[in-house]
């Protein structure tokens, strides 16, 4: 567990993205417990696969024995078929992945302040990139 910790993690907006495919990102404002606040990019395949990741290392907030135990969020559902790069998409998942963040943080400590938890709202090279004037995030 590190020192720090997300106080709080809000869904923005969502943005188009070309590079390197055409996609679609959430742009989350975090405020960390030291009162910093950072501005991460996150597309919904790293939601799902954080999501997968948090089922493996907490099978029993989960819910995986006992369903009705589970107190992990839930996170909206992947297209199986259809095209998952479209607005609506991004739209329709806006308000749910917010409230998945929020609950997410609001778990115990010992998921909230996990690794996988830390790892994923910590802005990443791509993040600080954006966030650059000159970046091209819309070509």
Not at 8 to 13: G, K, L
Not at 46 to 64: K, M, N, S, W, Y
Not at 105 to 128: C, G, H, M, R, Y
Request: charged share 30%.
């Amino acid at each position: 567990m590190s020192s720090r910790s997300v106080k709080n993690a809000v869904v923005v907006e969502y943005q188009k993205r070309r590079k390197p495919t055409k996609h679609y990102v959430y742009v989350i404002n975090v405020t960390w417990s030291d009162n910093s606040v950072i501005v991460i990019f996150r597309r919904y395949s790293r939601f799902f696969d954080l999501q997968t990741r948090l089922f493996e290392e907490f099978p029993d907030e989960g819910g995986v024995k006992d369903p009705s135990l589970r107190s992990l969020p839930f996170l909206p559902g992947k297209i199986i078929f259809g095209r998952s790069n479209i607005r609506d998409v991004a739209e329709k998942r806006k308000e749910p992945i917010n409230e998945y963040c929020q609950s997410l943080i609001k778990l115990p400590a010992k998921i909230s302040q996990s690794d996988l938890v830390f790892d994923f709202f910590e802005p990443t090279n791509e993040d600080i990139a954006s966030m650059e004037p000159d970046a091209e995030q819309y070509v």
